[in-house]
């Protein structure tokens, strides 16, 4: 069952990375202290709020800042395989 506060304490517990994106760009992953700051300050919305969007369980999730905007790259198990889902931090758009 989804509970959206121990996602939200993985996200957060989560070390982030760099996740290679669509493009061939690169996302600059934000520390944990950034991301909570974003969150807190509106910039992103928080982690729980995009599962619908995510389209299966998320197992990771980094908010990582691309193309000049904050991003949600998340590893989602869906149909029993992990597939990668980009989704807009503020709007909760999917973008991969």
């Given at each position: 069952?989804?509970?959206?506060?121990?996602?939200?304490?993985?996200?957060?517990?989560?070390?982030?990375?760099c996740v290679p994106l669509a493009g061939g760009a690169a996302a600059a992953c934000l520390s944990q202290a950034e991301?909570?700051?974003?969150?807190?300050?509106?910039?992103?919305?928080p982690l729980g709020s995009m599962a619908g969007a995510a389209?299966?369980?998320?197992?990771?999730?980094?908010?990582?800042?691309?193309?000049?905007?904050?991003?949600?790259?998340?590893?989602?198990?869906?149909?029993?395989?992990?597939?990668?889902?980009?989704?807009?931090?503020?709007?909760?758009?999917?973008?991969?």
């Amino acid at each position: 069952m989804f509970k959206p506060r121990r996602l939200a304490a993985f996200f957060l517990l989560t070390v982030s990375l760099c996740v290679p994106l669509a493009g061939g760009a690169a996302a600059a992953c934000l520390s944990q202290a950034e991301a909570r700051q974003a969150v807190s300050s509106g910039q992103a919305r928080p982690l729980g709020s995009m599962a619908g969007a995510a389209g299966g369980e998320i197992v990771r999730a980094d908010l990582c800042e691309q193309g000049g905007r904050l991003v949600y790259v998340l590893s989602v198990l869906s149909g029993g395989r992990v597939v990668q889902r980009v989704l807009d931090a503020r709007s909760g758009k999917v973008l991969k």
